[in-house]
């Protein structure tokens, strides 16, 4: 088949497979390659149990694999071949060096870059689809366009706003696709390719175009307000559990103000994802590169707010059950970060069983999608943890279970029979208050949920 346009994505992961594949889906014209170093990525991407679990993928996949879409380990001939590139690696946290636990580590960033550039034999558009510092733009086109080749790499930024467990319908309709580019004749050009991908299905006044440097900001800001408006309504369960208040009611009133809006109010646990901490702490380094030091803290303190409301929750649970869990089985329901995901990144309850050990109690963990991803980020204490898949063996003789992932599947659960298989009196903590806590104090149950008071609920 004569493609018009052929398109090239490095880095297979979250971003990178789900974004090339609905443009594959909905641009039959355009050929899209993704390619990745991790071969066992790329096997799975090529067969039918896919590396992600991402609600609709497998439907599109097998919709684009092998007529527009391909997965491939071989980067240098698929770069060669491509006319833009989308670059989607991991950027994430410096762990060592300066900047070290705040700066983004653009190792994988950089090697790419200079590997376009030993290979490519032809003029390109290369696209920042991965979350970078604002002004990596520049980096990028310096080392790009220090060739001798005579070539011309036009940078862009598109950064990506999906939400894992959503990703498809995100996808499919976006609230907005954003464009940076310069504002150069060049620049203006490779932008309106890229823009004329996205018309394929997005509504043009849904495609933003804007200055580099605006872009690269703007998808920092986006997660960084996201994330502290979770902080902000768990900074007020704290009050409202000491108040007897109802976070759920205040977050439900507060949403009504068409200022406010609803989303983003649920109290819970804490956030996790790969994403919000690590790009407010890069945040916050940029900040106090730029000599921001006041900024840099205000963001710093969201990060902060969120690790202690996960560490506060574990705290509640030591008091409720007469300060002692040692030797206690305790039931993990949920290790995702999210609902809908097999994704543990920053999991807060990879946070909760480390708190739990630290206290010597026996955590069991079950969660529908997570189990290898959990005994892959506690393999140091595998010896101390249960897994298990089936929620009732894991609540069996349990002192308390804790729910930190919103698994629909959790809520619709046969409660009695949970409670009654278990040590008396039974607890549950509800870190996502996602449970019926009127059914289940009829059953017996102690509950304990965020952002209340125990009398109140
Ligand atoms: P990921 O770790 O799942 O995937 C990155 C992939 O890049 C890995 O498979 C890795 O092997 C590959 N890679 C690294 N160096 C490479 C190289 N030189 N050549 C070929 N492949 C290489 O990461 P992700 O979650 O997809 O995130 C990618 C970027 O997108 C990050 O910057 C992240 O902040 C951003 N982002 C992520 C999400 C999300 O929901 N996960 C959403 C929006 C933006
Ligand atoms: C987030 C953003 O929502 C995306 O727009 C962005 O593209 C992405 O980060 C990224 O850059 O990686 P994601 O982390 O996949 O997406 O998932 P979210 O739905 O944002 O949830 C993040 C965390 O916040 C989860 O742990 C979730 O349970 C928690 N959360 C979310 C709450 O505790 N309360 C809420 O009201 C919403």
């Known amino acids: 088949?004569?493609?018009?346009?052929?398109?090239?994505?490095?880095?297979?992961?979250?971003?990178?497979?789900?974004?090339?594949?609905?443009?594959?889906?909905?641009?039959?014209?355009?050929?899209?390659?993704?390619?990745?170093?991790?071969?066992?990525?790329?096997?799975?991407?090529?067969?039918?149990?896919?590396?992600?679990?991402?609600?609709?993928?497998?439907?599109?996949?097998?919709?684009?694999?092998?007529?527009?879409?391909?997965?491939?380990?071989?980067?240098?001939?698929?770069?060669?071949?491509?006319?833009?590139?989308?670059?989607?690696?991991?950027?994430?946290?410096?762990?060592?060096?300066?900047?070290?636990?705040?700066?983004?580590?653009?190792?994988?960033?950089?090697?790419?870059?200079?590997?376009?550039?030993?290979?490519?034999?032809?003029?390109?558009?290369?696209?920042?689809?991965?979350?970078?510092?604002?002004?990596?733009?520049?980096?990028?086109?310096?080392?790009?366009?220090?060739?001798?080749?005579?070539?011309?790499?036009?940078?862009?930024?598109?950064?990506?706003?999906?939400?894992?467990?959503?990703a498809i319908q995100d996808l499919f309709a976006p609230d907005r696709v954003l464009i940076g580019s310069h504002q150069t004749p060049s620049g203006i050009a490779a932008c309106e390719k890229v823009v004329g991908i996205y018309a394929n299905w997005v509504p043009r006044e849904r495609i933003l175009t804007t200055n580099l440097w605006s872009s690269e900001l703007t998808k920092l800001t986006a997660n960084a307000f996201l994330a502290q408006r979770i902080t902000s309504i768990n900074s007020i369960s704290a009050l409202c559990e000491r108040t007897g208040a109802d976070v759920d009611e205040v977050a439900y009133v507060m949403g009504k103000d068409s200022r406010i809006g609803p989303k983003f109010l649920k109290s819970s646990i804490g956030f996790g994802g790969s994403c919000f901490k690590k790009d407010i702490l890069n945040l916050v380094y940029l900040c106090e590169h730029y000599g921001l030091p006041q900024v840099a803290a205000y963001w710093e303190s969201v990060v902060n707010i969120n690790e202690w409301q996960t560490h506060r929750f574990v705290a509640r649970m030591l008091e409720h059950m007469f300060n002692t869990i040692a030797g206690k089985r305790i039931a993990v329901f949920g290790f995702a970060f999210k609902a809908d995901t097999g994704d543990t990144r920053e999991s807060p309850a990879h946070l909760v069983v480390r708190d739990l050990l630290e206290e010597r109690a026996h955590p069991i963990v079950t969660d529908p999608k997570a189990i290898s991803e959990a005994k892959r980020d506690l393999k140091d204490v595998l010896d101390k943890v249960v897994f298990e898949e089936d929620p009732y063996k894991a609540s069996e003789n349990a002192h308390a279970v804790v729910v930190c992932t919103e698994w629909k599947q959790f809520a619709a659960l046969d409660w009695k029979r949970i409670y009654d298989s278990m040590e008396k009196p039974a607890f549950v903590f509800d870190g996502r208050n996602i449970l019926n806590v009127v059914e289940l104090r009829k059953i017996g149950f102690e509950v304990v949920s965020v952002g209340k008071g125990m009398a109140e609920t």
Not at 37 to 42: A, D, L, P, V
Not at 115 to 135: A, G
């Open 1 to 166: 088949m004569n493609f018009n346009t052929k398109i090239l994505c490095i880095g297979a992961g979250y971003v990178g497979g789900p974004t090339m594949t609905v443009i594959a889906d909905k641009c039959p014209q355009v050929k899209v390659t993704v390619v990745d170093i991790n071969q066992s990525r790329i096997d799975a991407w090529n067969s039918d149990k896919l590396p992600i679990f991402e609600p609709g993928l497998d439907e599109v996949v097998h919709r684009a694999r092998g007529r527009n879409l391909f997965f491939s380990t071989d980067v240098a001939l698929a770069i060669k071949d491509a006319d833009i590139i989308f670059v989607s690696v991991n950027t994430p946290t410096k762990t060592f060096g300066q900047g070290a636990g705040k700066a983004s580590d653009l190792q994988y960033w950089e090697k790419t870059a200079r590997q376009i550039l030993e290979v490519s034999t032809s003029d390109k558009i290369i696209v920042e689809k991965s979350t970078l510092p604002v002004r990596t733009a520049a980096a990028m086109e310096r080392i790009l366009n220090s060739n001798d080749k005579g070539l011309h790499f036009e940078v862009l930024s598109n950064p990506e706003f999906l939400a894992e467990g959503t």
